[in-house]
């Protein structure tokens, strides 16, 4: 049972620090998309000044520096602050399944009338 609620302690130490990790990568995507969106629009007029037509730069615009490395910049800071998100859920995930565990003994102890703390 001991070793059960130390593994309990451990997953919410976890929890605690990737819901930390996320709050900072949550912050951490505005100024990337940002950089990005601006590059976009900047691009987009040059593009248009220089008469080409909007069907084609909507087309091209996504491939030519710096838009693409802002782009991929951006896709990056998403991608990791979504896989923390995904690994905060798993441990809450792990943290219900320990908790019911934990739950189950206790009360098949109380029923047994063995139970100490």
Same mark, same amino acid.
């Given at each position: 049972?001991?070793?059960?609620?130390?593994?309990? !302690? +451990? @997953? $919410?130490?976890?929890?605690? @620090? /990737?819901? &930390? %990790?996320?709050? /900072?990568?949550?912050?951490?995507? *505005? *100024?990337f =998309?940002? !950089?990005?969106?601006? !590059?976009?629009?900047?691009?987009?007029?040059?593009?248009?000044?220089?008469?080409?037509? #909007?069907?084609? #730069?909507? /087309?091209? #615009?996504?491939?030519?520096? *710096?838009?693409?490395? @802002? $782009?991929?910049?951006?896709?990056?800071?998403?991608?990791?602050?979504?896989?923390?998100?995904? +690994?905060?859920?798993?441990?809450? +995930? +792990? #943290?219900?399944a320990?908790?019911? =565990?934990i &739950?189950? =003994?206790? /009360? %098949?102890? %109380?029923? !047994?009338?063995?139970?100490?703390?």
């Open positions: 049972m001991q070793a059960k609620r130390d593994e309990l !302690a +451990s @997953l $919410r130490n976890n929890l605690t @620090l /990737k819901t &930390n %990790e996320y709050g /900072k990568l949550v912050l951490d995507v *505005p *100024p =998309e940002r !950089a990005y969106q601006e !590059a976009m629009a900047t691009e987009v007029f040059r593009m248009r000044a220089d008469g080409i037509p #909007i069907g084609v #730069i909507d /087309k091209t #615009i996504r491939g030519k520096k *710096p838009v693409s490395d @802002l $782009r991929f910049d951006r896709d990056l800071k998403r991608a990791m602050r979504d896989a923390c998100k995904e +690994s905060i859920k798993a441990i809450q +995930s +792990s #943290i219900n320990l908790q019911t =565990e &739950n189950s =003994e206790i /009360k %098949e102890h %109380e029923l !047994a009338g063995s139970w100490q703390v």
